[in-house]
């Protein structure tokens, strides 16, 4: 099994070995793959950040050294010299992956696929274990690996378009939004909305809601800014938005049924 990186800003993840097959969840830059099979352009194998399975195409797969830094600005524009006049390269997302260098000023120097880059150092987060015997990350960021409020990153998001699998600032579902935001935080979670279901501890009930929690229906989910505001990429307004939650409840009942379970995330559950 050969282990690859994600070299381009995203990856489609799909169902079949072929364009149209249906997007199951999307790679991130940096991200690693373990290779299983290769047809019609396409690779099989497992997102080893999250163990989703799928078909990528070829050319998103290739080497990068191991990351020591995550994006967590909803996205950040890589240019191609620390001059922020510079050419731009392309843009990464939210939970993006990637390698530091050096430091230059407010620009952080990470290595790409076919040369090197800029962002901008406060768009950055050091990994909390980075590769074996890499700690610059650490050293040219600081020593906090997580963000204390990851709902914040996650109010970011909003305006962003709800998209069906997507899994990036610039389309992205329910689960994703909750997986990013938390992974911000320094804590893994599942793809799925039923698999994090597990997450953190059960609440007894709505009125014991508070910023940080998440609300579950079957196949969806929403994270709460406060006792009785919900935030969630949703169908209904195609964008991640944030309503009251009694208003949420209400129309969700009628497509997904009530609420499933109320659940608190651990910070040190990762």
Same mark, same amino acid.
């Given at each position: 099994?050969?282990?690859?990186?994600?070299?381009?800003?995203?990856?489609?993840?799909?169902?079949?070995?072929?364009?149209?097959?249906?997007?199951?969840?999307?790679?991130?830059?940096?991200?690693?793959?373990?290779?299983?099979?290769?047809?019609?352009?396409?690779?099989?194998?497992?997102?080893?950040?999250?163990?989703?399975?799928?078909?990528?195409?070829?050319?998103?797969?290739?080497?990068?050294?191991?990351?020591?830094?995550?994006?967590?600005?909803?996205? &950040?524009?890589?240019?191609? @010299?620390?001059?922020?006049?510079?050419? =731009?390269?392309?843009? !990464?997302?939210? +939970?993006? $992956? /990637?390698?530091?260098?050096?430091?230059?000023?407010?620009?952080?120097?990470?290595?790409?696929?076919?040369?090197?880059?800029?962002?901008?150092?406060?768009?950055?987060?050091?990994?909390?274990?980075?590769?074996?015997?890499?700690?610059?990350?650490?050293?040219?960021?600081?020593?906090?690996?997580?963000?204390?409020?990851?709902?914040?990153?996650?109010?970011?998001?909003?305006?962003?378009?709800?998209?069906?699998?997507?899994?990036?600032?610039?389309?992205?579902?329910?689960?994703?939004?909750?997986?990013?935001?938390?992974?911000?935080?320094?804590?893994?979670?599942?793809?799925? &909305?039923?698999?994090?279901? @597990?997450?953190?501890?059960?609440?007894? =009930?709505?009125?014991? !809601?508070?910023? +940080?929690? $998440? /609300?579950?229906?079957?196949?969806?989910?929403?994270?709460?800014?406060?006792?009785?505001?919900?935030?969630?990429?949703?169908?209904?307004?195609?964008?991640?938005?944030?309503?009251?939650?009694?208003?949420?409840?209400?129309?969700?009942?009628?497509?997904?049924?009530?609420?499933?379970?109320?659940?608190?995330?651990?910070?040190?559950?990762?």
């Amino acid at each position: 099994m050969a282990l690859f990186r994600i070299i381009t800003p995203s990856a489609a993840l799909r169902s079949g070995s072929f364009v149209n097959a249906a997007l199951d969840s999307e790679c991130l830059f940096g991200e690693p793959f373990e290779a299983e099979q290769s047809e019609n352009g396409f690779t099989f194998g497992r997102l080893a950040s999250d163990g989703y399975r799928g078909w990528i195409p070829d050319h998103c797969l290739g080497e990068l050294p191991a990351p020591n830094a995550r994006v967590i600005a909803p996205m &950040s524009n890589v240019t191609s @010299q620390a001059d922020i006049k510079s050419v =731009g390269r392309f843009v !990464l997302s939210l +939970g993006a $992956l /990637v390698t530091i260098t050096s430091l230059h000023d407010d620009r952080a120097k990470i290595i790409t696929s076919d040369g090197t880059g800029f962002l901008p150092h406060q768009h950055l987060l050091p990994l909390a274990s980075p590769g074996a015997g890499d700690t610059l990350g650490g050293h040219v960021l600081g020593d906090v690996t997580r963000v204390d409020d990851w709902v914040a990153i996650a109010e970011k998001l909003v305006g962003s378009p709800y998209k069906w699998g997507g899994r990036c600032a610039w389309g992205l579902d329910c689960s994703a939004l909750v997986q990013l935001a938390l992974a911000a935080g320094g804590i893994d979670a599942p793809r799925n &909305s039923g698999p994090q279901h @597990q997450i953190g501890n059960g609440i007894g =009930g709505l009125s014991q !809601l508070q910023r +940080g929690d $998440l /609300v579950f229906w079957h196949g969806h989910v929403g994270i709460m800014q406060d006792g009785k505001t919900l935030l969630h990429a949703n169908a209904h307004h195609m964008a991640v938005a944030s309503e009251p939650l009694d208003d949420a409840i209400a129309r969700i009942a009628i497509t997904n049924g009530p609420v499933t379970a109320l659940r608190r995330p651990m910070a040190d559950q990762a």
